[in-house]
């Protein structure tokens, strides 16, 4: 059964520092896995859709790598912005789609 | 477009009633889902439909069905609600399979059992 891990629950951090979120899943047979980001109260937004032959993606301050053997995939922000605060869940995709629990992310003014 | 809408927002029950979330989305999608997400949890799939008239069951789907007659709606039923199903629930859709696209949630629907 695929398990899908983000560490950590919550983070906090001031403004304009870069920061590193993270997912690791337990299978390695995905076909994709994407990063959503949810804000207090809403649903969840797609930020990045990385298939499972590519290594990473990019938009705007957002890049996500995935190393797949290795079961794990990283969510890079640059210069962090207050506006970027909310819940970053991480989900593969093979059968069905299994996500994290997510990252609670504060940037602070 | 719309997008992925849901009603409705919140829902008050009581152990033994049922009820019908609704979704429906304007983007001609053809997969569709609904998920529950619970505190400190990641979402959890329930039930799923790759096109008009074709459903399929997903991780959690004990008490809850769910129908596909268009191609636009996708209505979750609760049977019998029961405490347990106090949760946020989501529905989501994309263009293909879920294996290769993006996928768009709606707001949510907040279900309180009592």
């Known amino acids: 059964k695929q398990e899908v891990t983000q560490i950590p629950a919550a983070l906090s951090v001031p403004e304009g520092e870069n920061l590193v979120l993270n997912c690791s899943f337990t299978?390695?047979?995905?076909?994709?896995l994407q990063w959503f980001r949810q804000d207090p109260g809403k649903g969840l937004t797609s930020l990045l859709l990385i298939q499972s032959s590519q290594r990473e993606q990019t938009s705007g301050r957002l890049n996500a790598s995935l190393d797949k053997s290795s079961g794990r995939s990283t969510l890079y922000i640059a210069a962090s912005q207050p506006g970027d605060s909310a819940t970053y869940l991480c989900?593969?995709?093979?059968?069905?789609?299994?996500f994290g629990a997510g990252t609670r992310l504060t940037v602070k003014p | 477009n719309a997008g992925v809408t849901q009603t409705p927002k919140f829902q008050v029950l009581k152990t033994g009633q049922s009820m019908t979330l609704q979704c429906a989305q304007d983007?001609?999608?053809?997969?569709m889902s609904w998920y529950r997400q619970d505190p400190g949890m990641g979402l959890r799939l329930i039930h799923y439909?790759?096109?008009?008239?074709?459903?399929d069951q997903g991780e959690v789907p004990n008490g809850y069905n769910v129908s596909r007659s268009t191609t636009e709606d996708f209505p979750l039923r609760l049977l019998s609600a029961a405490p347990s199903q106090t949760s946020v629930y989501f529905c989501a859709s994309s263009y293909g399979q879920l294996s290769t696209d993006t996928q768009y949630f709606g707001p949510g629907t907040r279900l309180t059992v009592l």
């Open positions: 983007m001609n999608h053809e997969y």
């Open positions: 299978d390695s047979a995905i076909y994709n």
């Open positions: 989900a593969v995709s093979r059968n069905d789609m299994r």
């Open positions: 439909s790759v096109g008009a008239g074709i459903t």
